[in-house]
Every structure is written in C-alpha cells, then in structure tokens.
C-alpha cells in the first residue's frame, strides 16, 4: 500500500514537472524543424515566467499571466526571428545573447517594479494554476502531431527544414515559415515558464529555470525532432526531477546521500541520454542555414 | 572597426535602457568610467577581473577556432579552481616554488578534463557541445559545492568556502603587480594570461596543431580530405579549452584568496564568450577586449551604490547587446537592402 502511494505520487510529482519542459520542448520542435537553432529558450522561459507572475500577481489571476506570457513569448521570439532571420546572425551566439539579456533585464525590471533585486511578489494559492497548464500541454502535443503530419501548413514547417528550395519552388515564403515558427517557438516556451511560475510555484524568483530550456532542447534531439518522442523524453527528465526531490534527505542505512549529488541527477541524465547511447537521432537538413 | 561599431551601438542601446529606469545615460556612463578607473584601487580591481576573462576568453576562442562554442568555460573553471585548492589543502608541506605547479597543473588537468568530456561526447557520440556544456556547468556547481561544504570547508568562516591553502602555494611575496595595487586581488597572474595569449596565438597561427584546429573548424571537409581527424581535433580543442579556463585557478587560489568561494565568479565564463566575439577570436585581441569587459563589469557593479534604480545586474543587459550588436553584423547589408527597395 504504502508503495503504491509512493509510486503515484512519483507519477504525479513526474507529470507536473514536465509540463514546463514540454511546453518549451515545442517550442524548440516549432523553431528547429523550420531549419533555426534554438538556445535561446532558456530566455524565452526566463521571459515568460516572469511576465506571467507579474501581470498573474497584479490582476490576481493566473490566466492574465498566461495572456502576458503569450506576448512576452511572441515578442521575444520575433526578436529572435528578426535577428536569426533577417540579420543572418550565428544562431547559437544570437540565442546565448539572448539568454543573457532576459537574465540582466529582470533584474532591471524588478527594481524599478518592485524595487527589488529579482523575486516578484506571490499570487494568493488559490489564483494560482491547479492542473490546467499539465492539461494544455499534453493536448499541446497532441494538436501538434496531428497538425504537422496532416495539414499543408504543417509540412511547409517540415519542408522549411528539410528543403527550403523545394517549398520556395511550391510558391511558399521560406522566410514567412520561418518567422510564424520562430514567433510561435517564443510563446510554446513562455508558457513553459510561466507553468513554472504560476503553476510548480506561486512566484517568479531569479533564474527559476535552471536549465529546463536546454534540457528541452536536449529531449527534443533525444525524441529525433518529433513531438511525441520529445514528449516522451521529457517525461523521462521530469522523472529523473521527481526522483530527485523525493530522494533528498534520504538515508542508505547511515549514509546519507549528499543532497549535491541528486540534484545533478537530472543534468546527468540528461548528458546520458543527448549522449545518444540508446539510438542515433538526426537533424532536420537545412537546420542552421 | 564594423565590430568596434557594433560594441558602440550596443552600449548605446543598453545605456539608453536607463532612461526607464529614470536615470541619465550619460550619467551612467560617467559612473562606469569612474568606477573601472578612477583611482589605482578600482584600476586594480578592473585588472583582478580582466585576467580571469583573458583565461575564458582564450578558452571560447579555442572552441570556436575548432567550430564547438565553448559555453562551459563556467563549469571548467569551477572544476579547476576546486581542485587547485583541494591540493593546497590537502598536501600542505609541498615546498613553495613546487606546490603552486603543482596546484596549478592539477587545476589545468581537471579544466581539462572537464572540457575533454564535451569534446569526446560531441566527437564520438555527435551530442551538441552546446547542451553538453550547459549540463556540465550545473553538475560542477554542484559538485564543487558538495566538495566545499562537506571535505574541505573553512572552519574559521560560516560563508560557504573552502579552507585557505597554506602560504607556500601562495606567490604573494614574489609578486610586483599585487604590490603596485595595494588591497585589491589584482595580481601576478595578469603576466601569465597575457604570456598565454601570446603562446595561444602562436599556437594557432604558427604551428601544426593550430592548422589542424583551425581546418576542422573553417572547413571540416577540407580538413578531412587533407587527413586531419576531425574528431581528435575536436577533443583536442576542447581539452585546451578547458584547460585556459582552468588557468582561473591561478588568479583566484595562487593570486588572491587562496581559497574557493562558492560564487566567486560572476560567470567569468559567459563573460569570456562576449571577450572572444569583440576580439573576433584573436588571443592578442582578446587581451584588450577582456580588458574593455573586465571595466565595463567593475564599473556596473558600482551602479548599485551611485544609482538609486540600476543594479550590479546591468552589466549583463551590456554584455548582451555588445554580443548582439557585435554579432548581428547582417544589418549593415539589411539596411542597405531596406533602402533600395524604397528606391
């Protein structure tokens, strides 16, 4: 009995976490199949998170946090699109800048706020998100299988990525493609952050994402850049998270397991599984070009 | 000079971002200058962070000569500098001109290795450098941490440190820059980043090895067809670079403090990535643009105190837009694109 209770709350615990490493794991699915590296979703998190707790705190509703984020998202990622897209700036640079920028602006902007050096202020408990963002991302999923492999639009993603000449030979704007899914890959992640923030917690606090954007990123290559399997893969790293909350404080007889070495299990994991030891994954053709 | 344009502009952008703050860029400015060096106790401090950013500036440069990029210098050095003071904690009675090179050889060994584990997985089992890094950087936190708190800790302090290692790995008597500067942790090992770059750039441009690294990076085909192993190159690069972001060891354990402080590093390693791109990759470059960074980063961290609504913070905002401005160098072309379509 006890271990049945132990076992669900695991799996509950593991769903939880996931949902902002799906969320931004789209979001990296949108703008690496339309042929752009994304780094920068760690920022797009970053992003969304704090200004899903910020309007969320103000208006006293998660869902107006989830609205902001959106926009927070879609500005961020046209920013990014302008620069990758128009600019032809190195991807992999632009996204780190990025990163760094939405690292130095919160700050920024939670003085002049908040007039403090980074945490925003918490939501009640009972304005916060109960299970709706877990909900959403799973039909997230769901609505993007079907939509890349059954509608037009959706293999114009894949030919972005795959055959740019061959969608401009079809009449199709690489460029439009490419900006619709970068735009789009900013609000999947913001409200990956935003989970985060009005979800898993009631508050943004400073860099609340630890790394969930490049542990996204590592399960979208580990899912071979398909939703499902990058769906699959970031259960799997939410569960390696799980373990390692719930393992902490734990003793082996009289040996207690130093709390530093769960906590690098879900990075280690995930070293384990980009480092591709079960399968090889490819990448779509025209990615970085 | 595109590139010096586009650090000017992005310092503009970022210095005009405080008038929301209700504050007077130029007043901002001023307060940078001051700050990085108005007196021989901020020059010296400016001098105690451009040593470290040449280190992990030659260790991005590295990185992207080969075609990786490099964003675990953080964890690198993190790793070395844990190790440099485990050594000098732990073998106390090594005679003075031994111990620091031994320290220091331990630090450049786990730097290493810890740059050899992305290299080799991003050689032989294609896993992007970049999330390999990032992975990396968070497991030597943690370890360093553990290692801190729990093997060596300082007894005589509740801050989260290691123990001070014993003053013959120290070369503070020796050293006539630390000297020059009273009071601040700048130190000898400003001589040795700058003897680096210079060796690194020989490195690159005069001997084989460094035309093997630069092959595979430009043109990894090329390089192949010429019989040069992409993948050894690869790890190569990455162990050298692991290796310079090591060498903070020497400024932080050898040089100044003598010990490792969790947090002491303000992302010397993300910084480096900024100092590596302003230099265009070039180690004698990068001498001048971690010097630039190393005073931008001393000056913001006064902000805190001169300005009422701008934080220490702030620094990032104008390593960012620096990056981006010196990176995106595609609008000189959009913009002339722009101007004949309204033609």
Known sequence: MEFMLLVFSLLFATLRLATPLIFASMGGFMSERSGVVNVALEGFMLAGAFAGAVVGYSFDSAWLGWGAALIAGLAMGA??????????????ITGMAVN??????????????????????ALLLEDRFRFEPMLMAFILVTALTYWLYKTRSGLWLLFAGEHPEALVASGVSVRKVRWAAVSLSGVFAAWGGTSLSLFLASSYSPMMTGGRGFMALAALIFGKWRPLPAFLACLLFAFADAVQIRLQGMHIGNFEIPVQFIQILPYVVTIIALAGFIGKSRAPKALGK | MKRIIGLILGLCIALSLTLFAGENPLNVFMILMRSAFGSMYDLGLTLSYTTPLIFCGLSVAVGFHAGLFNIGAEGQLTIAVVTAAAVGILFPNIPFPLAPMVAFAAALLAGGLWGWIAGWLRAYRG???????????????????????QIIPNPNSQSPETAVVSPNYMFKDYDLIARRFPDTPANASLVFAIVFAIVMWIFLWKTPWGFALRAVGSNPEAAHRAGISGKRVQM????????????????????????????????????GIAVALLANNNPLGIIAAA?????????????????????????????????LGVTAQGYWAWISKNKRRKN
Not at chain 1, 79 to 92: G, P, R
Not at chain 2, 130 to 149: D, E, K, P, Q
Not at chain 2, 292 to 321: P, V, W
Request: aromatic content about 12%; proline content about 2%; some cysteine.
């Open chain 1, 100 to 121: 760094l920028l939405v690292m130095g602006l919160i700050p920024f902007i939670t003085k002049i706020l908040y007039s403090s050096t980074g945490s925003t202020p």
């Open chain 2, 236 to 271: 190569l690069a990455m162990t050298i670079a692991g290796a310079m972001a090591g060498c903070v060891a020497l400024s932080e354990v050898l040089g100044s403090t003598g010990q490792y402080r969790i947090g002491f590093s303000p992302d010397y390693g993300f910084i």
């Open chain 2, 127 to 149: 896993s992007h450098e970049v999330i390999i890094t990032i992975m990396l950087n968070f497991i030597a936190a943690g370890l360093a941490s553990w290692f801190t708190l």
């Open chain 1, 79 to 92: 920013f990014y699109a302008f620069f990758t897209i128009e600019l032809k700036a190195d991807q992999i």
């Open chain 2, 291 to 323: 010097f630039l960074m190393g005073a931008l980063h001393k000056g913001a961290s006064d902000l805190d105190l001169e300005t009422a609504t701008i934080t220490r913070n702030f620094s990032q905002i104008i390593q960012a837009l620096i990056i």
